[in-house]
């Protein structure tokens, strides 16, 4: 494996068994306990560059699905389940939110969607984009004519059931706020316009 500019091994008596990398500029620190063997100490800074290197792919590949890309996914939801009837006025990734995954203002017609959902199998993120989406068509919360839009999505319930295991698992307070029987922010129409 090939590695632009310089690795720096930082040894620590402290450290026992855990190995970690990271860039500082054009530097790349390893940090490993002291006391390994020569050969276990080689072995371990090719394992670690070569995860250093996978993971900044990674990030490169996500970062490259951004806001326009989002949109796009978003509009082709409207067009494909909603007949075109929601047109936002942007749709973009925020920061991680503490207990949503998605929010839409209905007011100025953003939708902002957690950056923790980047990780969300396409089918979830699709159901998001959907749900937010419907908010823009049909106001006042989760009425029954809401609920009949964001159904048009065929894969709804198995979308509703990937967020509410996965709010449980990260023991997010906002379990089971995507189906029907939960309740998320946007129950009243304060919450829904986002000036709650």
Do not use: N
């Not at 070569?50 to 890309?69: I, V």
């Not at 100025?108 to 980047?118: H, K, P, Q």
């Not at 998001?128 to 029954?144: D, F, I, R, S």
């Not at 009949?148 to 709804?156: C, D, I, K, S």
């Amino acid at each position: 494996m090939s590695v632009q500019g310089k690795v720096e091994i930082r040894r620590s008596a402290r450290r026992k068994r855990t190995v970690s990398a990271r860039r500082e500029g054009d530097v790349t620190v390893i940090l490993m306990p002291a006391g390994l063997s020569a050969a276990r100490e080689a072995e371990l800074v090719d394992d670690m560059l070569g995860r250093l290197e996978r993971s900044e792919r990674r990030r490169r590949g996500r970062a490259g699905a951004g806001d326009e890309a989002l949109e796009a996914r978003a509009r082709e939801m409207s067009d494909r389940w909603l007949g075109g009837a929601a047109q936002p006025a942007s749709v973009r990734w925020v920061p991680v939110m503490r207990s949503r995954w998605a929010s839409c203002t209905q007011t100025d017609g953003t939708i902002r969607v957690s950056e923790a959902a980047r990780r969300f199998p396409a089918y979830v993120l699709d159901y998001l984009l959907v749900h937010e989406l419907a908010h823009l068509v049909a106001p006042g919360g989760h009425t029954p004519r809401f609920w009949e839009l964001v159904r048009r999505y065929p894969r709804t319930e198995r979308a509703i059931g990937f967020l509410e295991a996965s709010s449980v698992a990260l023991r997010d307070p906002a379990a089971g706020a995507w189906g029907p029987h939960g309740a998320d922010d946007c129950d009243d129409a304060a919450a829904c316009d986002g000036s709650a």
